[in-house]
């Protein structure tokens, strides 16, 4: 899936568990810069509080700095669409168990912007180490099947 805006530290820092698909409540110049892949979705994170999900800390550039309204925060939290199953099925990971929920990407869905989350849990110093000599070997192999 090709995404318009992606967490590209994500799946370094964190081990993917399980993938959603959410829906965004955006203002139509949020809509426009997102498509122009003008935000950052590095350090976000996803809250749940009074029934609802949040995005937190995602930074969505104006589209058009002149036309932009002055009060607009880019870093405003913005509320996510999850059917109620999805919501309790979060929260009750995120409390019982320990993980966390994290975006993956914004992307394009018939018209709409959608948001990829994840229940993911952080890696550990060794894990990482651990990703990138898998990536480096698979890298080598690569390299060496190509030159013969």
Known sequence: MAGLITNKKARFNFEIL????????????????IRAKKGKLDGSYIVVKDGQAQLVGASISPFQVANTPKTYNPE????????????????QQI?????????????????KIKLEI?????KKKA???????????????????KSQ
């Not at 894990?127 to 099947?145: G, H, P, V």
């Open 18 to 33: 399980e993938t959603f698909e959410a829906g965004l409540v955006l203002l139509g110049h949020e809509v426009k810069s």
């Open 76 to 91: 405003r939290p913005r509320t996510l669409l999850l059917s109620k199953k999805q919501l309790a099925k979060i929260e």
């Open 95 to 111: 409390t019982t168990a320990r993980l966390t929920c994290i975006p993956l990407s914004l992307y394009n869905n018939g018209g």
């Open 118 to 122: 994840a229940l993911a849990r952080g």
């Open 127 to 145: 894990d990482k180490r651990q990703s990138l000599k898998a990536r480096d070997t698979k890298r080598d192999i690569e390299r060496t099947l």
